[in-house]
């Protein structure tokens, strides 16, 4: 268990609606990501964060936004949704620098 | 071409038969590789972890690396239904604090 909470875990939302995933951590990392998951595409990295308020874009950014106000907490934004935004995303830490841990997982539905 | 490929199966064993799950890279600097096992509707969970060459083995699950020819596996002895998830294998280099490169999976299922 890395100690990393995502929430919400599970959204429906409509399409054109902001949406915000928030992921938390117990263990003070300092690196945290944001990934999501798509049949045929595997594991996407959306962003990613080295620390507070230092982050960057992954391969997939577009339509995204994220902060990182607080070490423990890494906001992902979708500032406007759209049914191809429909996916599961991933937060995710390194611990030692080479290996990754991945939370449980929001489900999100854009209707 | 893409950094790391995986064969996605689906992969259907039996019960009590040792597994054999695979991928391939192109980039001769990774040094980290990684297995991750993921149960439908979960996050990957990491298994096993092997800096450069060489086997590691933990209970029923060995992984090995060879850098000569760019290829990892993940061997599984006395698979059990329990086993029946999608295996992710990942990559990364040295020191870095961002780049990991995933497979996209196989989907293993341990029939009883």
């Known amino acids: 268990d890395a100690g990393i909470t995502q929430s919400p875990r599970h959204k429906v939302t409509e399409t054109g609606t902001p949406v915000t995933l928030r992921c938390h951590q117990t263990?003070?990392?300092?690196?945290m990501y944001w990934y999501r998951q798509d049949p045929g595409h595997g594991l996407r990295l959306i962003h990613y964060?080295?620390?507070?308020?230092?982050?960057d874009k992954g391969e997939v950014s577009d339509g995204y936004s994220v902060s990182r106000s607080k070490t423990e907490d890494f906001l992902l934004t979708l500032e406007s949704a759209t049914s191809s935004q429909t996916s599961v995303y991933f937060c995710?830490?390194?611990?030692?620098?080479?290996?990754?841990?991945f939370g449980e997982g929001s489900w999100l539905t854009v209707v | 071409q893409k950094e790391v490929e995986q064969d996605p199966g689906p992969l259907s064993v039996p019960e009590g038969a040792i597994v054999s799950l695979n991928c391939t890279y192109s980039?001769?600097?990774?040094?980290?590789f990684m297995w991750y096992r993921q149960y439908s509707r979960k996050g990957p969970e990491l298994l096993m972890y092997?800096?450069?060459?060489g086997n590691k083995e933990d209970g029923r699950f060995t992984a090995q690396v060879d850098k000569s020819s760019k290829y990892i596996s993940l061997f599984i002895r006395d698979s059990q239904p329990s086993d029946s998830a999608t295996y992710l294998c990942?990559?990364?280099?040295?020191?870095?604090?961002?780049?990991?490169?995933f497979g996209t999976g196989t989907s293993l299922t341990v029939i009883p």
């Open positions: 990942a990559m990364s280099f040295l020191n870095t604090g961002n780049q990991f490169y």
């Open positions: 995710a830490i390194t611990a030692s620098g080479n290996t990754i841990y």
């Open positions: 964060s080295y620390g507070v308020k230092d982050t």
């Open positions: 263990e003070n990392h300092r690196y």
């Open positions: 980039n001769s600097a990774f040094q980290y």
């Open positions: 092997t800096y450069s060459s």
